[in-house]
Each structure stands twice: as C-alpha cells, then as structure tokens.
C-alpha cells in the first residue's frame, strides 16, 4: 500500500477549506446568531436542571444585571465588565506585536500583592488618598517588573514568551500564598479585610470610583493603539519583524516599552481589585479573569470596541447567570460563560473556514 | 475611524456617567419580626461533592425537619461561592431574596460578610470558623465552631484500641517502629493553623491514651481539597512507616491511599465504610444541626443564641455538635465511657499532665511559641497566652491554661469558638 492511498483511506470524510470573499455583513450575522444562541443555550441549561423555567430564567438574569429598581446590581455589573474590559484591552498591545502574553493573570496579582501589603502595612496616620498613591505607585512597579522578566528574557534570548509567561503565574501565586503567610504568622493565614488603603464606597459598590476610572484608561488605551506612533509600531512588529527591521523600528525597544507600559496597567488594574473591588487579598483574587482576558482579547480580533463588546457580553453572562436563583451553584454560571465562549469560537471558526464532505465531491466529479 | 471615536466617547462617556450618577437606592433589607418563619439562605465555598459543604449541606436537611413551622420554606443554599467579593454579592442576593438568617461556611469569607452584616443590620449574619466576631462587636454577626478536638480524640482513642490489637497480633513490622522503639502514626493536614493543630494534637493525645509509646509524623498540603496532594501525603506517611494514618482535609486521597496500602485509617466527615472496607477505623465530624436550630429558635423566640458568649457559640460534644464513630463493636463500649468522661469534665482532651513542649520551649525560630509558654521541669505546660483577639496583632494575649477538678487543661475554644491550640507539643513531628 502507497504512503498516499493510506492517507485516503485514512481521511476524514470531509476536509477544511479557507473561506475567502466572506462578507462582513455575513461574518457579523453568524456572530449575533451565536451570541442568541449561546444565551439560549443558558436558558436551556436551566430549564433542565428545573423543567419550566425557561421564562423565569431570563427575568431572574435580566434582573441580575439590570433592575431598574436597584442600581447597586448595575454597578455590580459595570465592576465587573470594567476590570474585564481593562484587562483584555491591556492584552491588545502585546498581542498585537505577536508577543503571547498569557501571564495576565500573575502580573495583575503581583500589583495586587503589593498594594495589599502596603494597604494592610501603612501607618493609620496617613491619609488614606496618600496610602492609595502609594499602593497604585507599588502596584504598578510590581506588575511592571513582573512582566518584563519573561519579556528580556525573549528580546536578548529569544526564549518563548507563552511558556515564561504562563510559568510566571503559577511562581506569582507561590508567592502570594507565602506572603500572606508571613504576614499573617498565626491564625488561619486570612488576610482579612482592609480597614486602610481602600476606595471609598459608592452606590453600594467600592468600585465604582474604578468604573470612572476605566473610562478613562479605554479612551487612552483606545486611542494608543489606533492612532499613537507607538501603535502603529506595534502593529508592524506583528505583521512582519523584518519589515519593522527595514523601517527603523528598534525591535528590541519596541518589545520591551510595550511590554512594560501593559505591566504598569496590569498594576493598575491589581490595585483596583485589591483596594476596590474586593478590599481584601488572597492567592485567588484574580479568580482566572486574566485568562478570560486573553480569550476576549482574542475574539474581538484585538480591536479595543469589539473587545469591549465581548467583555460586556461575558460580563452579563457571567453576573446574570449566578444571579439566577434556581441552580444557586456558582458552577452554574461558569457552565453558562463557558458555553457562550464554546459558541462564539464556534461562530468564528465556520466563518474562517468551509467544510467540504467528499462524497459530494465524487458525485460532481462523476457528473 | 471617525465613526469608532464616537462611539468610544459614547462608551467612555456612559461609564463615567453610570459611575458618578448621584443615586442613593439599594438594596433594602426587611426587618425580623420575631414568631414569624424565619428565612434562611447558606453559602459554601465547594458544593456537597466536598465533604466539608456536604457536611454543612447535610446538617441543614436535618434542622429544616426539626424546625419545621420555624422556617419560611427551604433553605436558600448558595454554591461554589469563592472567598472574595462573589461572597459579598451571594449574600446581598440572598438578602434581596429576604433570607433574614445568612450564614457562610467558609474561613475566608470572613471579611465579606462581615462588610454584609454591617451594611444590613436587620439580618442575622453567623459565620462557621471564623474568629472576628469577638473583636469586632458587630450585634448581628456572630462565629460558631465545634469541639471538634474532642470527636478528633474519640478517634484517637479508637484508633489506639486497634492499634494495641495490632501490637497484640504482631502485625506491626520494624519499619512501624523509630529508633527508640516508639510506635509511628501519621497525619494529613492541609494548612499548619490552630484548626488543624489543635486537631491532630487531640488525635495524637487519644491514641497515646491506649498506647502510650507512639510518635507522629504530620504532612500538610496545603489546600484544604486536593485529591493528589492528599494520596502523595498519605503516600509520604506510609513510606516513613505509619502504623495507623488520619487526615484532616477535604477530599477521598488519603482515605482511598490508605485503604490501596492496607493501613487502618480514622477519617474526618464522612464514615467511609463502603469505599475502603479494609481499612476504615472510624470517623468525626462536626453537626451543624444544633447551631442551626439553636439561632433560628433564638430568633423565633426572640431571646439571646442559647451557649454564646461573646457572639461566638462553640458547641460540644455534650451538645450533640460533635459526631464521632468507630466500626469496631467491641470499642464502642470503651469510647462511650471515654465520652462520658469527657461531658463530665473528668477528663480533659489538653490535660497538660498527658503531654510535654520541651521541644516547642526551646524552638528559636522566627514563629517560635516559646515566649508564650512557661512550663514546670519535666516540660507540662503551666501557662500559655493564645492569639484569641483577631486584632491583627498576631500575638498571645489570652492565657489558655486553666484549672479545674484538679486537673489543669488547655482551655481550648471556651474564650472564642474557633480553635487557638497551636502548640507543637513533643511526639509530633512535622514532614513538611
């Protein structure tokens, strides 16, 4: 038997083909058919595990997001899709240059870490605004450093930045767990809550302060990368090293000041988690969301609007559906979001590619 | 590109709008009225595939059939709450739900439902294992824990029947033995803190009870569920020559280790008799029934939680807060005498007479207890100030060592209901 008819045999009955001249239009009604579907999906879920409320569902959800009789639930939402948003569009950058940064998750907890051993650690003479600079200020020098160490490690080495990046995390949540085991010598190694360092509370949620303060990272963001020359250079490290060698660019450079101005933000947005959201910190406070970054990151094509989009689809998801009082598992939830990602991934996929059958294929060739 | 600036000004714009909006609604939580049903919502870290919720998940049906009348509908049961500000939210829907009795099972969700109880000072917030209640003096937040030291020593005790039985048999192989002829145990513990100290101290004193010359090794994971971390812990034990293994953690790992290795083993939680019939010895675990029943009827009646000082409420064997079991019928009888004079307070789980802390005394290290201890010559302990006050101090400032009916104790989970023994005492000696 030949190497080629072994390869026949062994086929499967259809193969891929790249899809080209695919409509935008068309691209975008596939994409709103899976997001439909995948919150269909959500209500399905529930409705199995307690037959007939498929209805009372969407209330429960939409309630859980929007109630129009208590604000707090809509902060909550917008707590939620802000830190969210801010981390999948600090990834954008990065990604952009084709660098795998996929240790969001490690550098925003090490400017967490920081910021809560200042906060937990500062004189109760200070004022808490000048405890908070000096948490940010920490913050972001922690998470700068953190994401530098893989990336001069890929300027000077060219060692693989997925791999570093990844294996950061897991060395920055070693780190936390021993941190707070000094900190706290004896009792149940609790971190406890922050009395010092902390944002202020506003309707119900302290991180409402931080939702402003979102807006405005997005508008900057947003405008560094689609406008800046910094932007631009990033997009033509991406497209091609060699190009961006021809032009002038300082590859080296350009890697390392991206790289390091993502840290500083991700430090920023460890800060908010630990002196805003939570006011507290443990190993754990990230809760994957730098992970999920990366993923939304990824679907909005790295373009700040669509990110924002998607970070706000998976925001309602995710709240709305722990908010659904039939399944009250957390697990639920997760199922949901998971769900929804499986389908929009799914949407993408068939509109890059065709599935041929080749039966089909015989059939016009005998014709 | 004009077109996209727009809408991110939109974008920016809605945020900061919905961010600074001047509204004060919330959510508001109704008053108790006292003789009407009480609502009840819990929150758990893990779901009942943990033993640890199961337990709380468990004790909860049970109460509910008690209680009966004296609670509006079942139970509102929250799962797979993380210790982070997600515990904060479940708490805020299970006040919008109108639960008027919240209550979290888990050591980190400590500081979240707090920040709760102080927002919605109409419901009543208990917390299992915490220990901020005392300190804090919030009214309606309260701690509760169980003597689980006493359960832990029953087991103990019926683990050092079978090990004498085994010693009778000549089952034991030199592997078993140190090098002074003392007879090795080994434990599982997730993290070293007071909770799982005071634990495994109280079962090393239970099995030195039957059989005085036995030395432990404690291995710990820590996490409080690791599958893995537990069957390599377990594993460790065995290999430096455990005769007899117990654990105090979460999932089946050390439990389905021992029973792969024939090594009789006391588990915590749940009686495992159907899944490792050759090894399974016993089991303890906390009831959270009594607690339950005791704050909703406080509630209902309108009267203080019966047993609580200092919004903590340890319940006790005595109490019906502590369940142990051995599956060996002719220990039963042993155990129950031991029980009694436990409920009696004949004899005491930490009587200092039973143990020494020479080695604890002389420990120069950076988290030494020594400066806590004071000891006679032969190394009991005579004094020893606990970190019983959560102040964010982390120093003793309690004296725990009291004295009664002429023995003198460790005074363990009497001043705040979550445990505060975190002696290393001789015989014990930690792997990891």
């Known amino acids: 038997m030949t190497i080629k008819s072994l390869v026949k045999k062994l086929s499967l009955p259809f193969y891929l083909t790249k899809r080209i001249g695919f409509s935008k239009k068309k691209y975008w009604a596939i994409r709103a058919g899976g997001i439909v579907l995948a919150f269909l999906a959500a209500g399905i879920v529930c409705t199995c595990l307690k037959p007939g409320s498929f209805g009372e569902f969407y209330v429960q959800m939409f309630m859980g997001c929007f109630d129009p009789t208590d604000i707090t639930i809509f902060v909550d939402l917008l707590v939620?899709?802000?830190?969210?948003?801010?981390?999948?569009?600090?990834?954008?950058?990065?990604?952009?240059?084709?660098?795998?940064?996929?240790?969001?998750?490690?550098?925003?907890?090490?400017?967490?870490?920081?910021?809560?051993?200042?906060?937990?650690?500062?004189?109760?003479?200070?004022?808490?605004?000048?405890?908070?600079?000096?948490?940010?200020?920490?913050?972001?020098?922690?998470?700068?450093?953190?994401?530098?160490?893989?990336?001069?490690?890929?300027?000077?080495?060219?060692?693989?930045?997925?791999?570093?990046?990844?294996?950061?995390?897991?060395?920055?949540?070693?780190?936390?767990?021993?941190?707070?085991?000094?900190?706290?010598?004896?009792?149940?190694?609790?971190f406890g809550a922050l009395t010092h360092g902390i944002f202020p509370t506003i309707l119900g949620n302290p991180g409402t302060l931080a939702v402003a303060f979102t807006a405005v990272i997005f508008a900057g963001m947003y405008l560094y990368i689609t406008k800046g020359k910094h932007g631009y250079e990033v997009t033509v490290l991406g497209e091609s090293v060699d190009t961006a060698r021809y032009i002038g660019i300082n590859v080296k450079k350009v890697t390392i000041r991206t790289m390091a101005t993502s840290g500083a933000l991700f430090g920023v947005v460890g800060f908010f988690i630990v002196c805003a959201v939570n006011q507290s910190f443990s190993a754990t406070i990230v809760g994957g969301q730098g992970f999920t970054g990366v993923l939304i990151a990824w679907l909005g094509h790295f373009n700040p609007l669509e990110v924002a989009l998607f970070a706000f689809l998976s925001s309602v998801m995710t709240q709305g559906t722990s908010r659904v009082h039939m399944p009250s598992s957390a697990q639920f939830s997760a199922i949901c979001t998971g769900v929804f990602f499986f389908i929009i991934i799914a949407c993408e996929f068939f509109s890059s590619y065709k599935i041929s059958w080749r039966h089909n294929e015989k059939k016009e060739a005998s014709v | 590109m004009k077109k996209q600036t727009r809408i991110i000004s939109i974008i920016a714009a809605a945020l900061s709008v919905a961010a600074t909006a001047a509204c004060t609604a919330g959510v508001q939580a109704k008053e108790y009225v006292p003789g009407t049903p009480v609502k009840v919502g819990l929150i758990c870290i893990h779901n009942s595939d943990s033993t640890y919720d199961k337990n709380f998940i468990d004790s909860m049906g049970a109460a509910v059939k008690k209680l009966g009348d004296r609670l509006d509908g079942e139970p509102i049961i929250k799962t797979d709450i993380p210790e982070s500000v997600d515990a904060y939210n479940a708490a805020k829907e299970l006040v919008k739900s109108g639960c008027n009795l919240i209550i979290a099972d888990s050591f980190g969700h400590e500081p979240f439902l707090l920040r709760a109880a102080k927002e919605w000072p109409q419901v009543t917030f208990c917390h299992a294992t915490g220990t901020k209640a005392k300190t804090e003096g919030v009214k309606n937040f309260h701690n509760a824990f169980a003597s689980i030291y006493e359960g832990r020593y029953l087991a103990g005790y019926a683990a050092g029947l079978k090990l004498q039985e085994m010693i009778d048999a000549g089952s034991l192989v030199a592997k078993n033995y140190d090098a002074n002829q003392n007879i090795k145990l080994g434990y599982v513990g997730a993290f070293p803190y007071a909770e799982v100290v005071s634990g495994y101290t109280a079962w090393y004193l239970g099995v030195k009870e039957v059989v005085p010359n036995v030395v432990m090794d404690v291995t710990f994971t820590g996490e409080w569920y690791t599958i893995e971390g537990e069957k390599a812990g377990a594993a460790t034990l065995a290999e430096a020559?455990?005769?007899?293994?117990?654990?105090?953690?979460?999932?089946?790992?050390?439990?389905?280790?021992?029973?792969?290795?024939?090594?009789?083993?006391?588990?915590?939680?749940?009686?495992?008799?159907?899944?490792?019939?050759?090894?399974?010895?016993?089991?303890?675990?906390?009831?959270?029934?009594?607690?339950?029943?005791?704050?909703?009827?406080?509630?209902?009646?309108?009267?203080?939680?019966?047993?609580?000082?200092?919004?903590?409420?340890a319940g006790t064997i005595g109490t019906g807060s502590v369940v142990y079991d051995c599956v060996d019928a002719e220990h039963k009888a042993a155990l129950e005498t031991v029980k009694n004079e436990l409920i009696a307070k004949t004899r005491r789980v930490f009587d200092c007479s039973k143990f020494t802390v020479k080695a604890a005394k002389a420990d120069k290290s950076e988290y030494s207890k020594a400066s806590y201890i004071t000891m006679d010559d032969d190394g009991h302990l005579t004094g020893y100030l606990a970190d019983v006050d959560d102040d964010g101090t982390y120093v003793g400032e309690t004296e725990a060592i009291a004295q009664e009916g002429g023995i003198t104790f460790f005074n363990e989970s009497a001043m705040r209901s979550a445990p505060y023994f975190d002696i290393g005492i001789d015989g014990i000696n930690k792997l990891n």
């Open chain 2, 241 to 313: 020559g455990a005769a007899i293994i117990s654990q105090h953690a979460d999932s089946m790992g050390a439990p389905g280790e021992c029973e792969k290795r024939g090594i009789p083993n006391i588990t915590y939680n749940i009686p495992l008799a159907d899944k490792c019939p050759k090894t399974y010895l016993g089991y303890s675990k906390i009831d959270w029934a009594p607690y339950y029943e005791a704050v909703v009827n406080a509630m209902y009646d309108n009267k203080a939680i019966e047993g609580e000082v200092n919004n903590n409420w």
């Open chain 1, 80 to 190: 939620r899709f802000s830190i969210l948003l801010l981390i999948s569009v600090i990834l954008i950058p990065p990604f952009k240059m084709r660098f795998w940064n996929i240790g969001a998750e490690g550098q925003i907890l090490v400017g967490g870490l920081v910021a809560g051993g200042i906060a937990k650690f500062a004189p109760a003479s200070l004022p808490n605004i000048v405890v908070l600079l000096i948490c940010l200020a920490g913050a972001m020098l922690a998470s700068t450093i953190w994401s530098l160490i893989p990336t001069i490690f890929k300027a000077f080495f060219n060692t693989n930045e997925t791999l570093f990046t990844l294996m950061m995390n897991y060395i920055a949540s070693t780190l936390s767990l021993m941190m707070i085991y000094i900190w706290v010598p004896t009792g149940s190694q609790n």
